[in-house]
């Protein structure tokens, strides 16, 4: 028997307004970790503490050892104005971060 399986459509939340914060971070793979490549001056992510090089262990509760840089940067995304928890990894020991969102594109 042949089944046709239908598929709604999953639309993602907008802010009003269009723009989605951001904490002001870039993001590459380090031998299989997240890490971070680099801080723009003066962000959230540089206020909150946030250094080259540090692991990204996970954001808001997700786990990032699966995750691509691009996926982890779209977990950082949100409405400007929130928080977003970070748990970064340096010299052996987690850090807890909690940048507010600033922005958008």
Excluded: H, Y
């Excluded at 802010?15 to 299989?32: N, S």
């Excluded at 104005?81 to 020991?93: A, I, K, T, Y």
Aim: glycine share 16%.
């Amino acid at each position: 028997a042949n089944e046709v399986l239908w598929l709604e459509p999953q639309v993602r939340e907008q802010p009003v307004g269009g723009g989605r914060g951001q904490i002001g971070l870039r993001l590459e793979d380090c031998w299989g970790r997240i890490c971070v490549a680099s801080v723009t001056p003066g962000s959230p992510a540089a206020t909150a503490g946030v250094s080259f090089g540090d692991i990204v262990v996970s954001v808001n509760g997700v786990r990032t050892e699966s995750e691509s840089p691009d996926q982890v940067e779209a977990l950082l995304e949100g409405k400007p104005g929130s928080r977003v928890d970070l748990v970064v990894r340096r010299g052996g020991m987690d850090r807890v971060l909690t940048p507010e969102r600033v922005g958008g594109r």
